[in-house]
């Protein structure tokens, strides 16, 4: 069935070390989005794709770098130039101006 | 700088009261604004939305009401059940252009029985 799939659900990163976080959607969409989210903060928008090899930064894209090599995945890598990684990460794709979809989420702890 | 101010941060309602979250927004550009619900541990899910041709819509007893002139818009949940106990986040964005959704911080309802 269809829908957008992020992988690990729980990851750990020791310090200095880069972590990439999966998102795969099967649903078509050309846009697909990243989000940090923090307690008290909602979701902060770190990059966004709207097609296949083109994406723009968002609001906290430092520390971050994102791949959009095929449209129906946008990985995130979480880099040691991220001094605050510790947070809830939602992924999410949309057609054009129509519903987000989000994934399930990915914590990731720095140990 | 915050494109969707939401209020309150958090909601305690007896169970069959009314739950209310209000959503303010300066970008008149917008044209759509959804709202979104999240339990703990998982992703947001759409719960209603509406575009600004219309003042009020309601699904079961979720409603939107939208004020265009004042840029607010609200949520407004009848008969609250304890199952409604979650985190409800507003959002808006514009049709055209990059289509970034811009969130709210999130308001925090706890439903008691």
């Known amino acids: 069935d269809g829908g957008i799939t992020q992988s690990p659900k729980y990851l750990f990163r020791k310090e200095g070390q880069n972590v990439t976080l999966s998102c795969e959607q099967n649903l078509n969409h050309d846009a697909m989005y990243w989000y940090r989210q923090d307690p008290g903060q909602g979701l902060r928008l770190i990059y966004y794709?709207?097609?296949?090899?083109?994406?723009q930064k968002g609001d906290i894209a430092e520390g971050y770098s994102v791949s959009r090599e095929k449209k129906e995945s946008f990985p995130l890598t979480v880099t040691s130039a991220q001094k605050n990684p510790t947070a809830f990460y939602l992924c999410a794709s949309r057609f054009w101006d129509t519903e987000a979809f989000f994934g399930q989420g990915t914590r990731l702890t720095v140990v | 700088q915050q494109q969707v101010k939401q209020s309150p941060q958090s909601l305690i309602v007896q169970k069959g009261g009314i739950s209310i979250i209000n959503c303010a927004y300066e970008n008149t550009a917008f044209d759509y604004f959804p709202w979104y619900q999240q339990f703990p541990g998982k992703g947001p899910a759409l719960l209603i939305a509406?575009?600004?041709?219309?003042s009020e819509k309601k699904e079961g007893r979720f409603t939107i009401s939208f004020n265009k002139s004042a840029k607010q818009f609200s949520l407004h949940i009848m008969d609250s059940q304890p199952g409604d106990s979650a985190t409800y986040f507003c959002?808006?964005?514009?049709?055209?252009?990059?289509?970034?959704?811009?969130f709210g911080t999130g308001t925090r309802l706890t439903v008691i029985p």
């Open positions: 509406i575009r600004p041709d219309v």
């Open positions: 794709s709207q097609i296949v090899n083109d994406f």
């Open positions: 959002a808006a964005s514009v049709q055209t252009g990059a289509n970034n959704l811009f």
